[in-house]
């Protein structure tokens, strides 16, 4: 028998905006052997045209004989099902990795249902029935915990804002379809080499004069805006003093190896066999009236339990540890308010949205039109919305996924080398300003 049948075949449904492209990259690399004898990948966007931000890496992914790009919509049960059909000649699926759900903040709780939870469902269905013997299903970081130290897969995390709640709703309904090889991988916010978005945004609030700036551990604002302050040569400052909130952090390159690392743990386990091992219940958080309505949804009493692994570096990122960090990478500092500015801030935060754009996204334009050569196209940005400006807490425990599937992490530490790595890739595909102290 070749290699190429003795693989396994895999489908990754959503997530390019976010982390499929990386995925995509692990399993069949631009070049060398690929982990899988046949990759899909099924999303909104289009690749050709791009909708959405591909980074220079990713259309050599693509080209791959091994890879189909699969544009689709995933709300649509039929076209979920169509998905699963393998090509002419090749054995069903073995693995499918949901990196699906609506990661923007601003919209309302009827897209969450419907680009998260229903999205989701469709797939897992579908999966269920094919008897795939892996299904990953990635949760970004939605959740709120404590400045006191890392949580374990066992204590409850609670979501907060009503995009989370619904990420969160969609975990229990993972959970409670029984014959589903279900693995839930939880992964801190996102940094590394094309990661231009994340959905959960930590703020930095940051001032000159009295306008506000927010930075995000989803790598491209904590950059993109660190790198205006070190433009100005001024410091930049946060409002949540005293900067001990855990804002743990993970490499794009271990959100892809423990997605794998999930997958071929669980293939020649099962679901009862893996629930005994590594199963969590995971509780209610939402409104009992609202779950009512939703199609899927299990009984608020209900604790289904499923497999859960944190993913996240060693570094044990805080706020001022990694605005410290980021900032002297820029060549500026980081600092924070008294306690008298710190109030008069939180009371004035939502209505500085606008002032707080103007000033950095101007900035940030002025980079871009000065630079030598200028950049005329770039996904980053400095915009801040109003989710992104208030204050977020997310702290991990690495030990279980370490303990139980022997993972190693392949990107540690969370330190300047990486940044440089960033936005070398950044300059280098023309999308990042080359301008002093950027």
């Known amino acids: 028998m070749s290699d190429s049948v003795e693989k396994p075949s895999a489908i990754i449904f959503g997530g390019l905006n976010t982390c499929s492209r990386a995925l995509a990259a692990l399993l069949v690399p631009p070049q060398g052997d690929s982990l899988v004898s046949h990759l899909r990948i099924v999303d909104k966007f289009s690749v050709s045209p791009p909708t959405t931000y591909l980074g220079s890496e990713f259309p050599k992914v693509l080209a791959r004989p091994e890879v189909e790009y699969r544009q689709a919509n995933l709300t649509i049960p039929s076209a979920v099902a169509s998905a699963f059909d393998p090509p002419a000649g090749q054995a069903p699926y073995t693995y499918v990795f949901d990196l699906s759900g609506e990661v923007n903040h601003d919209r309302g709780e009827v897209i969450a249902i419907k680009m998260t939870f229903n999205v989701s ?97 989803s790598d491209a604002l904590v ?27 993970v490499h794009i390159d271990d959100v892809a190896s423990a997605l794998w690392a999930c997958a071929e743990w669980m293939g020649p386990l099962g679901r009862k066999e893996a629930n005994a091992i590594a199963g969590e219940k995971i509780s209610f958080h939402n409104d009992k009236g609202k779950v009512k309505e939703v199609a899927g949804t299990c009984s608020p009493d209900a604790q289904p339990v499923a ?82 400006l208030s204050r977020h807490r997310l702290g991990y425990s690495n030990d279980k996924i370490k303990r139980i599937l022997g993972y190693q992490l392949k990107r540690p530490k969370f330190c300047q080398e990486t940044l440089q790595e960033v936005v070398d890739k950044w300059k280098a595909e023309g999308s990042w300003p080359i301008v002093p102290n950027a």
């Open 121 to 217: 469902r469709n797939i897992a269905l579908e999966a269920a029935k094919r008897n795939v013997k892996a299904y990953v299903r990635l949760q970004h970081p939605v959740y709120e915990t404590s400045d006191k130290g890392p949580i374990d897969e066992k204590e409850d995390a609670k979501p907060v804002k009503t995009l989370n709640i619904w990420w969160h709703e969609t975990l229990r309904m993972l959970a409670s379809i029984e014959n589903l090889n279900l693995v839930i991988l939880r992964i801190g916010f996102v940094y590394g080499p094309y990661v231009e978005s994340g959905l959960c945004k930590t703020s930095y609030s940051l001032r000159t004069r009295f306008s506000y700036a927010e930075k995000s551990f």
């Open 307 to 388: 497999p859960i692994f944190n993913v996240v570096d060693d570094s044990e990122t805080t706020l001022a540890k990694g605005g410290a960090m980021i900032t002297q990478f820029f060549g500026t500092t980081f600092e924070f308010y008294s306690s008298l500015e710190t109030a008069m801030a939180k009371l004035k935060l939502e209505d500085l949205e606008e002032e707080i754009n103007e000033h950095h996204v101007g900035t940030w334009t002025e980079m871009l039109q000065l630079s030598n050569p200028p950049v005329t196209h770039t996904p980053l940005n400095a915009y801040m919305d109003k989710y992104a």
């Open 223 to 249: 950059i993109t805006v660190a790198s205006i302050y070190g433009y100005m040569k001024k410091p930049m400052k946060t409002i949540w003093g005293p900067g001990k909130d855990p804002v743990n952090t």
